[in-house]
């Protein structure tokens, strides 16, 4: 029984999971969606960040990466029961972590298409990193 239940929770999670690619937009910010910047430090400080993201590096500058720290960081930080964005430098990580969090966690994820050169590109309002 206890097996049963168990399957049950899993399918019930995996159906409500869901990933959606969605380009950065202004109409999106206003939303209130949180977003989760995944790159670098580094790249923080050069561009700055999205308006109310929240930076949370997932790859670091070599490609290596710790998922239960990440993981942690971001249940800390986003209410991962609701939909949230993902966001990288020209959206090649973010397609990786969204579609890892979707499908092997569950969540309902936006991948944001074309990352944050998409955004600079529609001007959408940046705030430096500090």
């Known amino acids: 029984m206890k097996k049963i239940l168990l399957v049950f929770v899993l399918l019930t999670t995996l159906l409500q999971a869901e990933l959606i690619k969605a380009y950065p937009t202004a109409e999106l910010l206003k939303k209130h969606i949180p977003i989760v910047d995944i790159r670098t430090p580094a790249e923080w400080r050069q561009t700055g960040i999205i308006q109310g993201a929240i930076p949370i590096m997932f790859f670091d500058e070599h490609g ?37 969090l979707a499908k092997q966690l569950g969540y309902t994820v936006i991948d944001l298409v074309g990352g944050m050169d998409e955004a ?11």
């Open 64 to 100: 290596n990466y710790d998922v239960k720290k990440f993981l942690k960081e971001l249940n800390k930080r986003v209410d991962t029961s609701k939909p949230f964005a993902v966001i990288c430098h020209i959206g090649n990580r973010s397609a990786i972590v969204a579609e890892f």
């Open 120 to 130: 600079k590109r529609r001007a959408l309002p940046m705030t430096p990193y500090m």
